[in-house]
């Protein structure tokens, strides 16, 4: 079964980093595009970056663009966002995603919380 476990979330100071990974089980990771959204309070799900199978193709939302790296090592099954120059407006829960014979997959989702 598919199972998609994120970690790394916590609480930073603005101008912070932090590094989420997403663990994948149940499929290989390297067959499929990978993403990370993210949703605040009273929001909707937003995506946050996206990356192809091979690696060789990333996607950013506008709002992150130049903070926020998505990469992936397929040997580990896992797929990172490395967060830097982190603000307030960060805050929210990260999700891992996937999409597998037409089904969409979750995490749990990790916590980020960026301070003033």
């Known amino acids: 079964q598919v199972q998609l476990v994120e970690s790394g979330g916590g609480l930073v100071q603005s101008g912070g980093s932090l590094r989420l990974s997403c663990a994948a089980s149940?499929?290989?990771?390297?067959?499929?595009?990978m993403a990370w959204y993210r949703q605040a309070p009273g929001k909707g799900r937003e995506l946050v970056a996206r990356?192809?199978?091979?690696?060789?193709?990333?996607d950013y939302a506008d709002s992150v663009k130049g903070r926020f790296t998505i990469s992936r090592d397929n040997a580990k099954n896992t797929v990172y966002l490395q967060m830097n120059s982190l603000k307030p407006e960060d805050t929210a829960v990260y999700y891992c995603?996937?999409?597998?014979?037409?089904?969409?997959?979750w995490g749990q989702g990790t916590q980020v919380t960026v301070s003033s």
């Open positions: 149940g499929f290989t990771t390297s067959y499929y595009d």
């Open positions: 990356i192809s199978y091979t690696a060789g193709s990333t």
């Open positions: 995603n996937v999409v597998r014979w037409g089904v969409v997959y």
